[in-house]
T-cell receptor
Framework: EAGVAQSPRYKIIEKRQSVAFWCNPISGHATLYWYQQILGQGPKLLIQFQNNGVVDDSQLPKDRFSAERLKGVDSTLKIQPAKLEDSAVYLC?????????????FGPGTRLTVL | AQSVTQLDSQVPVFEDAPVELRCNYSSSVSVYLFWYVQYPNQGLQLLLKYLSGSTLVKGINGFEAEFNKSQTSFHLRKPSVHISDTAEYFCAVGRMDSSYKLIFGSGTRLLVRP
């Protein structure tokens, strides 16, 4: 079974530029998550999708971050414009269901450096 | 609101020695508890989880954890570590109600030395 795929693996941009990350979840998984992991901290949930609908985006900085999951499969996370404090690893995860008991499977992440 | 505390940012240990990684949580409702491992340049992988039943939970790679409700702890243990166990370990909690969100601790880096 293929795991969660993410691209790119690394991205370096200058502040005020825009960037987009892509995630392909495990086939059949209805729930998709985007996490931000700042160096030295645990992952923080940015947004959760159930199929193609948003379940929770309460911690997504909506003035600069946006995410979509068209057709309930792949998802993209965009930052525009980027700030220095956005430097982090962005992790995508998926699970079969939406309960906290459902195992979340994580991708390798995209490491973003904002200069 | 829930919170998770991993007091040890780094734990050095020699190969074949036992190890315990500590996790304490606070929550106004009952919780589910998880331990995830993150190897360098990889995503997180579930080690084990406590949902209900026996308070001693066994996971992959020889790890186990014990849920202690009175002390609000969920410490991770392994009787004999290998070099390959060197990684970052994250404790997480999820609410036992309709909420789905996982709250992660800040992580503990396990460094196994030969």
């Amino acid at each position: 079974e293929a795991g969660v795929a993410q691209s790119p693996r690394y991205k370096i941009i200058e502040k005020r530029q825009s960037v987009a990350f892509w995630c392909n979840p495990i086939s059949g998984h209805a729930t998709l998550y985007w996490y931000q992991q700042i160096l030295g901290q645990g992952p923080k949930l940015l947004i959760q999708f159930q199929n193609n609908g948003v379940v929770d985006d309460s911690q997504l900085p909506k003035d600069r971050f946006s995410a979509e999951r068209l057709k309930g499969v792949d998802s993209t996370l965009k930052i525009q414009p980027a700030k220095l404090e956005d430097s982090a690893v962005y992790l995508c995860a998926s699970s079969q269901g939406a309960s906290s008991t459902d195992t979340q499977y994580f991708g390798p992440g995209t490491r973003l450096t904002v200069l | 609101a829930q919170s998770v505390t991993q007091l040890d940012s780094q734990v050095p240990v020699f190969e074949d020695a036992p190890v315990e990684l500590r996790c304490n949580y606070s929550s106004s409702v009952s919780v589910y508890l998880f331990w995830y491992v993150q190897y360098p340049n990889q995503g997180l992988q579930l080690l084990l989880k406590y949902l209900s039943g026996s308070t001693l939970v066994k996971g992959i790679n020889g790890f186990e954890a014990e849920f202690n409700k009175s002390q609000t702890s969920f410490h991770l243990r392994k009787p004999s570590v290998h070099i390959s166990d060197t990684a970052e370990y994250f404790c997480a909690v999820g609410r036992m109600d309709s909420s789905y969100k996982l709250i992660f601790g800040s992580g503990t880096r396990l460094l196994v030395r030969p």
